[in-house]
């Protein structure tokens, strides 16, 4: 355990000129991403795909664009202590997510990376640093440290990555300490009678090949109407059969590597165990850590059906029959736990309804088209994503400026 002073103090500033400073610096770090990213790009690419990388570089623009709105819409006060643990995917969005734009109302905050990305964090945080000036800090402490010395100081704490994980930090927490949960849903995609089969397959693809599948917007479950099933799997696959394989950095490549071997490894556990139902791709190469785009169909889920969450170019089908079935299978159990996104196609008005309720929902188009960095995001599914304060937890869309302004005792204005 570090000696050193968990926070450091510093004389207090007008808040006023305070403001003023940190708008500026996030402007210069918008400026820097507009008109100098190759660095950037470059860097992303080790661990993203070429065209993943511009669109995190492209997220995080218009993120720092909204900044300013987005805290005057929610007006949550100051905080004096915010302690990040950070994901090891979209590392430059999450800066600004969880740092850049935080440090408008935040006098101090300290992250730690995933160690699978320490290095690039590292490097990103330290070329931004440059131009922001922010006190933002990175540790290398290890979690327990980081948990000692930051997390139970802080008065506002994220953490992204997996539920049983943060289960174990909340506990750790003390009333009055906000504590803000991101992780990952099913995000089922549902193809319903009257849908664009052909601009569906397109869309699935788009959202599920998406850094090569590590994305946690990425659906686990398709589900087709029996109706459908053959025509969209035969564009699916037809869409797919024109897909480029490359390395990250190639601007040509619809996918690369699986960078995260455990996602290789669950991947290929999955369709070794699913073997029967694949129809296209299927193909695993451990040396070069490359899995195919592939396509498996299954049985009709049910509330007991188990659906993995891939990191993956995995394409999970299966058909259903009728639509109050599947409302009730994809609002039950597990799929509750877990509801944060859905998107729907075609004509399905009572299961669009049913979901609803549980989850963001997309008509006709992808979880992508709304990824907005200044608006609540996530479901109503607990291990999606939560709000705590030591004394409630919440399951509901995620925004730090509106949760801390909601939710943090005394700390809306």
């Known amino acids: 355990m570090s000696s050193a002073p968990a926070w450091p103090t510093v004389a207090a500033e007008p808040e006023a000129s305070t403001d003023s400073r940190r708008a500026a610096a996030l402007h210069r770090v918008r400026d820097f991403l507009v008109n100098d990213a190759g660095t950037v790009h470059e860097l992303l690419c080790e661990i993203s ?3 993943a990388a511009r ?10 664009d909204g900044a300013l709105d987005e805290v005057a819409a929610h007006r949550p006060g100051r905080v004096p202590r915010l302690a990040a ?18 440090a408008l109302y935040t006098d101090r905050l300290v992250f730690r990376p ?12 330290t ?7 922010l006190p933002i800090t990175l540790t290398g402490a290890s979690q327990r440290e980081f948990v000692q ?8 704490v994220v953490f992204t990555g997996a539920y049983a994980n943060a289960e174990q930090i909340r506990a750790q927490l003390s009333p009055g300490q906000l504590f803000l949960f991101l992780g990952s849903g099913v995000n089922p995609f549902v193809v319903a009678p009257g849908a664009d089969v052909e601009q569906a397959a397109r869309d699935a693809i788009a959202v599920r090949v998406l850094n090569t599948g590590q994305d946690c917007l990425g659906p686990d479950l398709f589900s087709v109407h029996d109706s459908l099933l053959d025509p969209f799997v035969d564009a699916l696959v037809s869409e797919l059969k024109g897909l480029r394989y490359g390395p990250y950095s190639d601007p040509e490549a619809d996918f690369g590597p699986i ?29 070069a850590r490359r899995l195919d785009p592939t396509v498996v169909v299954g049985a009709e889920v049910t509330p007991r059906t188990h659906v993995p969450e891939f990191f993956a170019p995995i394409f999970n089908i299966a058909g259903y029959r009728d639509e109050g079935a599947l409302a009730a299978t994809l609002t039950t159990g597990m799929f509750t736990e877990r509801a944060l996104g859905s ?37 109503y599914g607990r291990m999606a994503n939560y709000i705590a304060d030591g004394e409630d937890v919440r399951a509901e869309p995620v925004l730090i400026s509106k949760a801390v302004a909601a939710y943090r005792p005394g700390a809306g204005r």
């Open 259 to 287: 960078f995260y071997e455990s996602a290789l490894e669950d991947g290929a556990q999955f369709l070794a165990r699913n073997r029967a139902g694949i129809v296209h791709g299927g193909h695993v190469d451990f040396r």
């Open 127 to 133: 070329l931004l640093a440059e131009r922001h000036g």
């Open 114 to 125: 995933s160690s699978r990305v320490k290095d690039q964090m590292l490097r990103l945080h």
């Open 85 to 102: 643990f950070m994901p090891s995917n979209v590392i430059l969005y999450s800066y600004a997510l969880y740092l850049l734009v935080p």
């Open 49 to 51: 795909t070429h065209s």
């Open 343 to 379: 998107s729907v196609y075609g004509h399905a008005p009572g299961l669009v309804a049913a979901l609803r309720r549980r989850t963001t929902v997309t008509l006709d188009t992808t979880l992508l088209s709304i990824d907005n960095g200044n608006a609540p995001f996530g479901g």
């Open 55 to 64: 669109y995190e570089i492209e997220s995080t623009i218009a993120t720092l």
């Open 149 to 156: 010395d930051h997390v139970r100081p802080a008065d506002v």
